[in-house]
């Protein structure tokens, strides 16, 4: 899909909890090897992020898009 | 990290672009298995979503926040 | 009102549904002309993006923030 | 495109401009009639939003994801 | 100013960094008293998150929309 | 924490409300000084914001993440 986002990342939908106005997605990762993300370089800096590091990449699930695929 | 944030995925820092004011991460994911979304109960039921169906996950770079691991 | 937000788009509430912590507003559109979106200088290379492309501009509704007007 | 976001608006891209990380990208609006916010109850109650209230809706230029049309 | 967001925090602008695409605003809070958080009723079960519990709030800057007053 | 994010602020969970999908946490704040903001530079030129200059920043809940510490 040529969506302006960096991260498009393919899965099988796991579990659908559905509330009176959200819902809860679960979806099983079935393949990704890279992400981005884009943080302000004073936080590059203050972290001294570099190349080697270990990370971990908090997202919340409120800005998780899925797209269903044909 | 106890984060209030249903995606913790962990990787290495693959590089780093640094712009004036933002930069650009990016980070091979080294495992990842459930990932989840929340998004409106109309849309659930506009897309038909369920178990077993094929999605993307599309996610802006913006919202990924890395957290430097020691 | 000057607030630091490139899309500022007039309209009249049309239905309120209240759950028991969220809330979905629905909102007629009375007039929007332009629209601005900010993504990876990346992303515009890989989708050839440029004056003249036909898109379709996806928000998720938790972003999208009203202020009631006097 | 069957993504799970409430709001999906056509236009033109109208101009581009890129930045070394970020680049800014302002859209001429063809065609929207209703939109969608997602916020907390106790936000609806405390603005006491209803039915027919005039309303200005606030998006922030990097929650908006194009998606290129063909 | 009557918006639907939980958050409205005053300060003065003790900083800002231009860039080409972007800006970093730094501000000097005045005064906050309460803030708030909305995440999954899973998070708050998995965090077992309760009255009386030391937390820290993360934001990042492109989330924060800055609003000038008279 | 060694977050990428500019926006890091202690405090005490005064309230938890759990809905059945989504649930809304108060938060007293303990101590905050300076918090940071990333808008376009079109939008500070817009504003004319500059040091000095009073500010309301506004910040939807589900954009704070909270991170429960030992």
């Known amino acids: ?3 302006g986002a960096r991260n498009q990342i393919i ?3 796991k579990s659908v909890k559905k509330g009176d106005v959200m819902s809860l997605v679960k979806v099983d990762i ?3 090897s890279t ?3 884009v943080i ?3 936080s ?3 972290l001294d992020l570099k190349e080697g ?3 971990e ?3 919340k699930a409120v800005h998780v898009l899925p797209v269903k695929l044909p």
Chains 1, 2, 3, 4, 5, 6 share one sequence.
């Open 1 to 3: 899909m040529k969506a």
């Open 30 to 32: 079935t393949q990704v």
């Open 57 to 59: 990449l908090v997202i």
């Open 44 to 46: 590059v800096e203050d």
């Open 11 to 13: 899965g099988t939908v």
């Open 35 to 37: 992400m981005a993300s």
């Open 53 to 55: 590091d270990q990370v």
């Open 40 to 42: 302000t370089t004073e």
